[in-house]
């Protein structure tokens, strides 16, 4: 544990390059630690080898080293992680938490949020595809870092699955426990993932009294979120959107596109000097001296750069 006591993290899924809108989130988050004196550490999130690309996750950690985003430590992959997401799935299951959900997407189409079908029993006669966690009722409320106070109807959201009908561990439950494991205390992200802040401060308090786990930290992390980037459409720039993988011939000139999308001070100059000198360790290493949490709306980028 470093002296300021903050860890920050990044957590790519290897699904493809990282784009302007990744390399926002991962500036955003490295400024923030960096500011703060703390860490920054750097988690591969493969656990979903149907949408991985080969080579993707060696092409993430070049690109990042390229922009001057070093991180602390060793990268932690999910995928070496199996056996904890299974004893954290066992402790839930102690607590009656989770339940087995035998809905399958033709039988949900229709319904933006899970309807509940299996909470109180699978029917009859049907067996499971999946695991759910059930959602406790009472707004989850939270001191958002960069938006102020938030809070959502945890029914609005519905029981999430925690182990996929396909055998993949889901995004929420690997999360929660890597950031319990890794003793995260600050998680600085885009606000696509707002919706999954909720969920994932239930399965924290549900899991932080579990003994069968190797838990570095059982504070809750705090949270922030950044907001998103969009293409000229207004669409989340996104690999599904075909954004363009960033350019590290051009780390600088990025690395100050994003930073006055997230409305920062670039020094007077100051910064725009240090790109004319292609130095991305030096605009990050200014940037996050100058680093503010504010309130952006999404912003609209050109999305072929
Ligand atoms: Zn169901």
Redesign the pocket.
């Known amino acids: 544990m470093n002296a300021s006591g903050y860890i920050g993290r990044f957590a790519p899924s290897p699904t493809g390059q990282l784009h302007m809108g990744s390399l926002l989130a991962a500036v955003a988050s490295w400024c923030d630690a960096r500011h703060h004196g703390g860490e920054w550490r750097v988690r591969m999130e493969d656990l979903d080898p149907p949408r991985e690309v080969k080579g993707a996750s060696q092409d993430i950690l070049a690109t990042l080293e390229a922009f001057g985003l070093l991180w602390d430590g060793p990268v932690v992959w999910q995928s070496r992680r199996l056996t904890r997401y299974q004893d954290a799935l066992s402790d839930l299951r102690r607590r009656s938490r989770v339940y087995p ?3 399958t997407r033709r ?2 189409a229709g319904h933006l949020v ?1 309807p509940g ?2 909470r109180t029993g699978l029917p009859v006669g049907k067996e499971g595809r999946l695991v ?1 966690f059930k959602m406790e009722s009472g707004d989850v409320t939270w001191q958002d870092l960069i938006l102020g106070q938030l809070s959502m109807d945890p029914l609005s959201l519905g029981d999430f699955p925690v182990l996929r009908a396909d055998g993949f561990w889901a995004y929420q439950l690997a999360v929660v426990v890597d950031d319990m494991a890794q003793g995260i205390t600050h998680v600085i992200r885009g606000a696509d993932l707002l919706d999954s802040t909720p969920r994932q401060i239930q399965l924290w308090n549900a899991l932080q009294s579990a003994s069968n786990l190797d838990l570095a930290s059982t504070a809750m992390p705090r949270f922030g979120h950044v907001p998103i980037l969009e293409n000229e459409r207004g669409q989340k720039l996104s690999k599904q959107t075909r954004a363009k993988p960033v350019n590290a011939e051009k780390a600088s000139e990025q690395i100050l596109q994003v930073l006055s999308c997230l409305n920062q001070d670039t020094g007077d100059g100051e910064l725009l000097a240090r790109v004319r000198e292609k130095a991305p360790v030096q605009v990050l290493k200014r940037a996050a001296e100058l680093w503010r949490r504010i309130d952006v709306p999404s912003q609209s980028i050109e999305s072929h750069g």
Do not use: A, V
């Open positions: 959900c035998s809905c039988e949900l899970y079908h299996c759910r």
